[in-house]
C-alpha cells in the first residue's frame, strides 16, 4: 500500500510541476493584472502540494519525527515570505517571488532526501538571507547614488578575490573561500555583483574608447586573479558577463567578436596550463575510459540521469550518494533520477523564466545603470545555470558551479538573494514610475 501511495504521489508531483511551469509562462502572456494575481497564486497552490506530497514519501520512507517539525518550519517561511514581501512592496514581482520558492522547495526537498544535517542548515542560511535582503528593494527604489560610486566596486573586488588567491581555503585544486571559525565563505558569489555594478557604473557614464579600455583592465584583473586562484568556473563566468555588457552598451559586434576569440585562446591556454582543467576536459571527451577515476563522476551521473528516465524512480529508489559532490554541483543529476527528466526540465524552464522576467525588466528600464545592472546580473544567473546543467549532462566540461537556489551552499544562496532583491527593486521602481505617470495622466 505504502508503494502504491509513493508511485502515486511522484506522478502527481510531476503533473504539478508541469503545471507550475505552464502558468510561469502563461503570467508572460497576460496583461492583466487580476489575471496574473490569480495565476500567480495558482502557483502557490502547486508549490505547497508538491512539497507536501514530497515530505509525505519522505515521512513513509524514514518514519523520523524530525522530517514532519522540519517540513512545518518550511510552511511557515514560504507563507510569511510570500504574504510579507507582498505586503511591504506593493508593487512586487509576485512570479519571481513564486519561482525562488519553488526552486528553494525543490532544493529542501532533495537536501532533505541527500544529508538531513545539511538540509537545517540549508534552511537556517535561506531565513538568514531572507531577512538580511529584506531591505535590498526599499534601498535600490531610493538611493540613485548607487551609480556614483564605480571605484568602490572595482577596488572592493578585487582586494577581496586578492585576499582569497592569498589566503583562500583550497577545495578540489582551488582556492575558493575564506574561513572565519567554523564558518567558511566564498567571495566570489558576492564580487560577481560588486563586479556588474562597476561595469555598470562606468558604462552609464561613458562607452567611448578610453572608458571601455579602462573597464576591460579592471575587468582582466578581476579575471586574472580568479584563473590564478584556479577558480576557472567563476572566472568563465566574470568573462562572459563582461562580452556580454560591453555589446549591450556599446552595440559594436566587434567587441563582441572579439571577446568570443579571447575567450577561445583562453580555454585552449588553460588546458595547457592547469592540470586539473585537463583531467576534467579529457573525463568530459571520454569518461568512459577511465570509469573508476577521473570518469567517475560525469559517468556516475550519465548512469543517474539515463536511470531515472522520464518519470524517475522515486524519492529513495535512486542512488544519487554515488555521485561525488551530489549536493551541490550535481544535484540536478539527483532530481533526474529520483524525480524524473520531465521534473528536472521543468525546473530548467523555471530558471529560463526567471532570466526571461530579468531581461524584460531590463528592457523596460529607461536609465543605462538600471538597465546594464538588470543584464548584467540576469547573465551571471543563465551562464551558471547553464554551466551547472551543461556540466553534469556532459553537454560541457565540468565547472564545479552550482544551480542558484537548489544545491547547497550558504554563499551561494545569500549572493542569489542578493540578485533576486535588486531586480525586484528594480521591478517595483519602475512599476512605481508607471503608476506615478498614470496618476499625472
Not at 551609480?147 to 583562500?168: D, E, M, R
Not at 542512488?319 to 543529476?333: N, T
Not at 537548489?406 to 551561494?412: A, L, P
Amino acid at each position: 500500500m505504502i508503494n502504491l501511495i509513493i508511485d502515486v504521489s511522484r506522478y502527481l508531483m510531476i503533473l504539478l510541476i508541469a503545471l507550475y511551469t505552464y502558468f510561469n509562462f502563461r503570467v508572460f502572456s497576460t496583461r492583466d493584472e487580476y489575471k496574473k494575481k490569480k495565476i500567480c497564486r495558482r502557483q502557490n497552490i502547486a508549490m505547497f502540494l508538491i512539497h507536501l506530497l514530497a515530505y509525505l514519501i519522505i515521512w513513509f520512507e524514514t518514519e523520523d519525527e524530525r522530517m514532519l517539525v522540519f517540513y512545518l518550519a518550511q510552511v511557515l517561511f514560504f507563507l510569511l515570505y510570500l504574504f510579507l514581501y507582498r505586503l511591504f512592496y506593493r508593487n512586487v514581482s509576485r512570479l519571481l517571488v513564486n519561482n525562488m520558492c519553488m526552486l528553494l522547495t525543490v532544493g529542501f526537498i532533495m537536501l532533505t532526501r541527500l544529508s538531513f544535517d545539511r538540509a537545517m542548515k540549508q534552511f537556517a542560511i535561506v531565513v538568514a538571507a531572507a531577512l538580511i535582503t529584506w531591505v535590498i528593494p526599499f534601498v535600490i527604489d531610493r538611493v540613485w547614488q548607487l551609480s556614483k560610486i564605480p571605484w568602490i566596486y572595482g577596488i572592493g573586488g578585487l582586494l577581496l578575490l586578492g585576499i582569497v588567491c592569498i589566503a583562500g581555503t583550497s577545495s578540489y585544486g582551488a582556492q575558493l573561500s575564506l574561513g572565519l571559525g567554523e564558518f567558511s565563505f566564498q567571495p566570489s558569489e558576492f564580487v560577481k555583483i560588486s563586479y556588474v555594478f562597476f561595469i555598470a557604473t562606468m558604462f552609464y557614464r561613458s562607452t567611448s574608447f578610453k572608458t571601455v579600455l579602462v573597464v576591460t583592465g579592471i575587468a582582466s584583473l578581476h579575471i586574472l586573479i580568479l584563473v590564478l586562484s584556479k577558480d576557472l568556473g567563476s572566472a568563465l563566468i566574470f568573462f562572459v558577463t563582461y562580452v556580454f555588457m560591453l555589446f549591450v552598451a556599446t552595440g559594436k559586434w566587434l567587441y563582441l567578436l572579439a571577446g568570443a576569440g579571447g575567450g577561445t585562446l583562453a580555454s585552449v591556454l588553460a588546458f595547457y596550463l592547469f592540470g586539473h582543467v585537463r583531467t576534467r576536459v579529457l573525463a568530459w571527451l571520454n569518461p568512459w575510459s577511465d570509469i573508476a577515476g577521473k570518469g567517475y563522476q560525469i559517468t556516475q551521473s550519465l548512469f543517474a540521469i539515463g536511470t531515472g528516465g522520464w518519470f524517475g524512480m522515486g524519492l529513495y529508489r535512486g542512488l544519487p550518494r554515488k555521485i561525488p559532490v551530489v549536493e551541490k554541483d550535481f544535484i540536478f543529476s539527483a532530481i533526474s533520477e529520483e524525480l524524473g527528466a520531465v521534473f528536472a526540465l521543468c525546473i530548467l524552464f523555471i530558471c529560463l523564466g526567471c532570466f526571461l522576467q530579468f531581461m524584460m525588466i531590463a528592457s523596460r528600464m529607461q536609465a543605462v545603470f538600471y538597465k546594464l545592472t538588470a543584464f548584467g546580473l540576469g547573465t551571471i544567473y543563465i551562464i551558471q545555470v547553464f554551466l551547472t546543467i551543461g556540466g553534469v549532462t556532459k553537454f560541457i566540461p565540468s565547472t564545479g558551479v552550482t544551480l542558484p537556489l537548489v544545491s547547497y551552499g550558504g554563499s551561494s544562496i545569500l549572493s542569489t538573494f542578493i540578485i533576486f532583491g535588486i531586480i525586484q527593486g528594480l521591478y517595483i521602481l519602475k512599476r512605481n514610475e508607471e503608476e506615478d505617470e498614470e496618476y499625472e495622466e
